[in-house]
C-alpha cells in the first residue's frame, strides 16, 4: 500500500492519521457523555438524545442567523454564545421532560425506554414542522473554516482541533462536577443507594431532574459542535445514536471513565480500520469486536462494583 | 388524506398558489361549460379508472415525512406545479387532473401498501412517486400486478425496464459515461478515486465507472470505497485521497454523509476550485448544497441533466412558476425537473392515445417528445427512459452551478449497458 511513497509522505500520513483518531474519540465522548450520565446515574435510557443533540444544533442555526441580521461585527463570536445557548435550551427541555414524563417512569426501565422514543418521533416530526424538512445550513465564521499547515502535507482542520477541546474542556468540568462538589457527591450517594440518601436529607427527585437536564444540556452542546462537522436536519440524530449506545455500554453503564476509555478503544479501532480496509468492513469489524467483548464482559469495559 | 381537490368551487387548500386560484376558480366553471367538446367517459376510460366527465384523479406518493422527506418534497412541489398548470391549460382530454396524495413516510412497505390503496382504492390514472430505489422496488411488483402506470423521478442505477414504469430521470450510463469522457478530455485525467454510500445506486454507478474508466478509456482507478448511510466521519478516506493523489475524485455520497464529507475535505485544506483533485459528484444537486453550504463545495463538478441555472427560454418560465408557487428561497435540482415532467409524459401520452387505459398508453410512449421540458427537450425511448442531454455545472458559492459543458447530442437511454456489468 506505502510502495512508491517517500518515509516523509508515510509519516505524514500518519501523523494526519492519528488525529483522525483523536478527533473521532472527541466527537464520540462528546456524544456519549449526556448519555451516559442519565444513563449510569439513573438508569434511564434516554432514546431521544440524538433528538437533543439535534436541538442544540438548531439552536446554533437560529444564533447564527440572529448575528448575522443584528450583530454582524460580532459574527466571529457567535459560536461560543450559540453554545451556551444550546446548553441552556436543552437543559430546560430536558428538566421540563423529566418532570412531564420520566419521573413517572423510574423502576420501569422499558417504559422510559418507549416514552423517550416516543419523545424523539415527536421532536423530529416538531423540527420537520418549524424549520422543513429540508437540512439547513449553519454558516461558521471565516477564522473556524480551513487547516492549520504544520507541514507541507501535514494539515490539521480546524473544526476537528475546535472539537477536541470542547470535548477535554466538557469531560474535565463533569470530573470536577462529579467528583469534587457538593451536588457530584449527593448523585453518587443517590446512586448507590437512594432510600439511604434521602434518610440523610437529598432531595432525590431535585438531584434526578438536575442530572437528566445536565445530560441534555451537554447533548445540546455536542449537537452545537456538529454543526461544524456534520449535517443539520430533522432526523440528523438517527445518525448519532446507534454509535453513542455502543459507546455507552461497551463502557460499562455506570462509569464516566469506562465511557471514555470505551470512546478511545472503538475510535482509533475504527479509524485505522477505515484506512486499510474501508469504511463499511470497518463498522462491520468494530461492531462483531464489541459483540464479542460483550459476550465475555456483559457488563462492559469497567463495571462498577457494586452488591446487588 | 385527500388534498387541494381542484374543484369548480374553487375551494382549494395547498400550500402554493392560494391566490391564484381564487382567479382559476371563475375560469374553471368556464372551461367546464366549455367540456362538451370532451370525449365521453366511456370511450377513454374502459378499465374503471377514476375518470369522470370532467375530472381525472392521479397519485402522488412520496415521503413526507421521515429520512427521505428531505430528498422528495421538491418532487412533490414539482408534480403538483405540473398539475395545476396541466388543469390551467384546460386539463387532460378536457378533464381537469385532481390528485390523491398519499405518505411512503420513508419507509419501503409502507410505499407498497399506499401504491396498493391509491390503485385499488382510488383507481388512480397514474402515480407519481417513489424517490429511492429501494422505494421503487418495493412498489413495483404492486403496479405490475394491477396493471398502474409510475412515473419515476430519480436518476437511478439502471438494470430495470419495466412496462409499468416511466423512469423520467436519467438511468446511470446517461450520467456516467459523458462526465467521465469530459474529465478525461478536456481536463485530462489519468487517475480516479470512487467514493460512495454503501447501497445498490452508488455501488453500481462506481462498477459502471470503474469499467469504462479502466476497459474503454484505458486509465486507472486508484481507490474505491463505500461507507455507510449516514456515516459521519470522513477523516480517514480524506487522508488516503491524500496519499494516493488521484486526479479526480468521484464522488457518490447521499443524504447528511454528504454534508460531513464536504464540510471535512474543506476543513482538511481542500479548495475544490484549484481542481487539484477535481470533484466529480452525481448526487449533489442545489438541492443538497442547501444543507452542505455552498461555501463548502464551491468548484466542484456536478454531472446532471438538469441545472436550475440551465438558459433557455422553457427554463426561465419554470423557475419563476416553482418560485412564485413556493417561495422565492427555493431551489430547484435534478430530480425535481424530472418529476416535472412526469404529469406533462403522462398527459402527452394519453392525448396521443385518446385514453386513460394504461394499456394503450403503453403503446403509444415510444417516440412522445415534450419541448416545454425546462431541460430543454425530451423523448420517451422505447424502453420507457428519456433521451436527454448530460451537462456538466461547477457549483458556485452562492449555491447554484454554472454549466461548463454539454452533450451535443441526447444521450440515448441504456439501463442494460452491454460490457459494463
Known amino acids: 500500500m506505502f510502495d512508491g511513497y517517500t518515509t516523509s509522505e508515510v509519516m505524514s500520513i500518519f501523523a494526519m492519521q492519528g488525529f483522525a483518531g483523536l478527533s473521532l474519540f472527541s466527537v464520540f465522548v462528546l456524544m456519549a457523555l449526556g448519555l451516559a450520565i442519565i444513563f449510569g446515574q439513573m438508569g434511564v435510557i434516554n432514546m431521544a438524545h440524538g433528538e437533543f443533540m439535534i436541538l442544540g444544533a438548531y439552536t446554533t442555526y437560529l444564533t447564527s442567523g440572529f448575528f448575522q441580521s443584528y450583530l454582524p461585527s460580532l459574527f466571529g463570536g457567535y459560536f461560543f454564545i450559540a453554545m451556551i445557548l444550546a446548553f441552556l435550551v436543552c437543559a430546560a427541555l430536558g428538566a421540563l421532560v423529566e418532570w412531564l414524563m420520566i419521573r413517572r417512569l423510574y423502576h420501569r426501565p422499558l417504559d422510559t425506554l418507549l416514552a423517550t422514543w416516543g419523545l424523539s418521533l415527536i421532536m423530529q416530526q416538531a423540527y420537520r414542522s418549524i424549520f422543513g424538512a429540508r437540512e439547513v445550513g449553519v454558516e461558521l465564521p471565516e477564522w473556524m473554516l480551513g487547516a492549520f499547515n504544520v507541514t507541507d502535507l501535514v494539515q490539521l482542520p480546524i473544526n476537528g482541533l475546535f472539537v477536541m477541546i470542547i470535548a477535554l474542556l466538557i469531560a474535565g468540568g463533569l470530573y470536577l462536577l462529579m467528583y469534587r462538589s457538593g451536588y457530584g457527591t449527593k448523585v453518587r450517594a443517590v446512586v448507590q443507594n437512594r432510600p439511604m440518601a434521602e434518610a440523610v436529607g437529598i432531595n432525590s427527585a431535585g438531584i434526578d431532574r438536575a442530572t437528566f437536564a445536565l445530560g441534555c444540556g451537554i447533548a445540546g452542546v455536542a449537537g452545537a459542535a456538529f454543526t461544524m462537522i456534520g449535517s443539520t436536519g430533522p432526523s440528523s440524530g438517527q445518525a448519532y445514536i446507534v454509535d453513542t449506545f455502543l459507546i455507552v455500554v461497551f463502557g460499562g453503564a455506570q462509569s464516566l471513565i469506562g465511557t471514555i476509555v470505551s470512546a478511545f478503544g472503538i475510535s482509533q479501532a475504527q479509524s485505522t480500520m477505515e484506512f486499510f480496509m474501508g469504511g463499511s468492513m470497518a463498522k462491520v469489524l468494530t461492531l462483531l469486536v464489541v459483540v464479542g467483548i460483550l459476550m465475555l464482559r456483559p457488563e462492559g469495559l469497567m463495571a462498577l462494583k457494586v452488591r446487588r | ?421
Open chain 2, 1 to 421: 388524506m385527500k388534498m387541494n381537490k381542484q374543484s369548480t368551487t374553487g375551494g382549494t387548500t395547498g400550500r402554493w398558489g392560494l391566490g391564484r386560484f381564487k382567479l382559476l376558480a371563475a375560469s374553471l366553471v368556464l372551461a367546464a361549460t366549455a367540456n362538451a367538446a370532451a370525449p365521453p367517459t366511456e370511450e377513454v376510460n374502459t378499465t374503471g379508472l377514476a375518470v369522470t366527465d370532467d375530472t381525472v384523479t392521479v397519485g402522488i406518493l412520496h415521503s413526507i415525512t421521515g429520512t427521505m422527506a428531505i430528498s422528495e418534497i421538491g418532487s412533490v412541489q414539482a408534480e403538483k406545479l405540473a398539475i395545476s398548470q396541466i388543469n390551467e391549460a384546460g386539463g387532460v382530454l378536457g378533464r381537469q387532473v385532481e390528485y390523491v396524495q398519499e405518505d411512503g413516510a420513508s419507509d419501503w412497505p409502507t410505499f407498497a401498501e399506499k401504491a396498493r390503496k391509491l390503485l385499488r382504492q382510488d383507481n388512480v390514472a397514474a402515480i407519481f412517486g417513489a424517490w429511492t430505489s429501494a422505494s421503487r422496488k418495493a412498489v413495483l411488483p404492486v403496479i405490475e400486478q394491477y396493471n398502474g402506470m409510475l412515473y419515476y423521478p430519480t436518476f437511478y442505477e439502471g438494470l430495470e425496464q419495466s412496462p409499468n414504469v416511466v423512469y423520467t430521470g436519467q438511468e446511470a450510463t446517461q450520467q456516467i459515461l459523458a462526465s467521465l469522457n469530459w474529465a478525461a478530455e478536456e481536463k485530462g485525467a489519468k487517475t480516479f478515486y470512487l467514493l460512495g454510500s454503501d447501497y445498490i445506486w452508488p455501488r453500481t454507478s462506481n462498477k459502471i465507472a470503474r469499467k469504462h474508466i479502466e476497459d474503454m478509456r484505458g486509465l486507472k482507478v486508484v481507490g474505491e470505497e463505500y461507507y455507510p448511510l449516514g456515516h459521519t466521519q470522513f477523516n480517514s478516506v480524506i487522508n488516503k485521497i491524500k496519499l494516493r493523489k488521484p486526479d479526480v475524485i468521484f464522488a457518490s455520497v447521499v443524504g447528511g454523509s454528504n454534508v460531513a464529507f464536504y464540510k471535512q475535505m474543506k476543513a482538511a485544506g481542500f479548495d475544490f476550485t484549484e481542481e487539484d483533485p477535481l470533484l466529480l459528484t452525481i448526487s449533489v444537486t442545489e438541492d443538497e448544497i442547501r444543507g452542505i453550504g455552498g461555501e463548502n463545495v464551491e468548484g466542484i463538478y456536478a454531472s446532471m441533466k438538469y441545472f436550475q441555472s440551465l438558459d433557455n427560454p422553457n427554463n426561465e418560465e419554470f423557475v419563476a412558476a416553482f418560485k412564485e408557487a413556493y417561495g422565492d428561497d427555493m431551489v430547484i435540482g435534478d430530480v425535481t425537473q424530472a418529476a416535472y415532467l412526469g404529469p406533462w409524459l403522462w398527459k402527452a401520452a394519453v392525448e396521443k392515445a385518446g385514453s386513460f387505459d394504461i394499456d394503450k398508453i403503453r403503446e403509444e410512449f415510444a417516440g412522445i417528445e415534450f419541448n416545454k421540458a425546462p431541460e430543454g427537450y425530451v423523448r420517451i425511448h422505447e424502453n420507457h427512459h428519456l433521451w436527454s442531454k448530460t451537462r456538466i455545472g461547477q457549483a458556485q458559492s452562492d449555491g447554484q452551478y454554472k454549466v461548463v459543458y454539454e452533450t451535443e447530442e441526447l444521450m440515448e437511454p441504456d439501463p442494460f449497458p452491454e460490457g459494463y456489468q
